[in-house]
């Protein structure tokens, strides 16, 4: 019994000892050296847009060779598993082997559901062209970005505001001689008005400036008792440099002005390494290939049946 179960633990161990361990803090894997440290990064931030959308977590490994043991199908299915690609079966695995010119786009169960086969099928056709010039950055954008169309909602339409109707004036309509006379007499009448307010407000300002300017209270007296108020020129004087209304801010010695100071963190500032890819740690119980033998950073496998269990996928050459 010893013997058997000594050897099922070898043949569990060889299954997975070529399956890469996946890098830290970044969703694209690039074991082929085929993109650039921006490229990576570019990707990444997309990625991680349509995983904030959507929930839907996508992985992206880029070998020069499947190994000889397995099929690129069984292959991305594996890595998926062994990575714990997505929650709740919302994962998906793109493997390309860049010198077999093979690649392989596999779903979990969730994300399966939500693509046709035409549509797995076409994403991969859409690589093609940008792989057969070498251009893998390219193909992997058209990739990432067409895969945003299906998960990714659309933003909601702005609502259109009914246009005001228009009411069309008969072209022989004219303006009487007299309407014109009248507004232009009503022009005259107001400008005159304006002018002599103006000249009696200025006056005014000069006297009492002549008489409080000095002093910033002027005192009141009568028979019964006598009060003092600040001059007219050192409550404009408040007004005009400090803000506000001259007694409630002398009842206070602190003023509190400007606007609310928290500020509402964007999704941009969380879209960084430190939040990408990270699936599972491969460190440990290598040997097993149960599903729980690979617990999420931070979290635990969704289901009990295992990540990718039951997956599907397409498969092209280009």
Known sequence: MKKILFCALLL?????????????NTYVNDFAHVLTADQVYGLNKEIYRIEKASTVQIAIVLVKTVPAKYTIEKYTKLIGKKWHVGKAHNG??????????????EL?????????????????????PYFKTGDYNGGLH???????????????????????AVVEKPDNAKVSDGTV???????????????LGLVWLIIKG????????GNRTVVYESDDYSYSRPSWFWRW???????????NSRSSSVFIS?????????DEEDNKPSNWGNWGDSSSDDNNDSDDSYKRSGGSSSSSEGSFSSSGGSTSDW
């Open 142 to 164: 058209d990739f990432v970005g067409r895969l945003s169309q299906y998960f990714v909602p659309p933003p909601p339409e702005p609502v259109k505001a009914d246009k005001p």
């Open 92 to 105: 998906i695995v793109y493997v390309a082997a860049i010198d077999q010119h093979k690649q392989r786009i």
């Open 181 to 195: 006379i009248l507004i232009v007499l009503i022009v005259c009448v107001v400008t005159m008005l304006t002018f």
């Open 258 to 266: 400007g606007s609310d100071s928290s500020r509402q963190v964007d």
């Open 206 to 213: 000069i006297k009492s400036i002549t008489t409080g300017r």
């Open 12 to 24: 569990v161990q060889s299954v997975f000892a070529q399956i890469p361990k996946p890098q830290k």
């Open 108 to 128: 979990d169960s969730m994300a399966l559901a939500r693509l046709t086969i035409i549509e797995r099928e076409g994403l991969l056709s859409a690589i093609k």
């Open 237 to 247: 004087r408040h007004r005009h440099y400090h803000g506000g209304n001259y007694y």
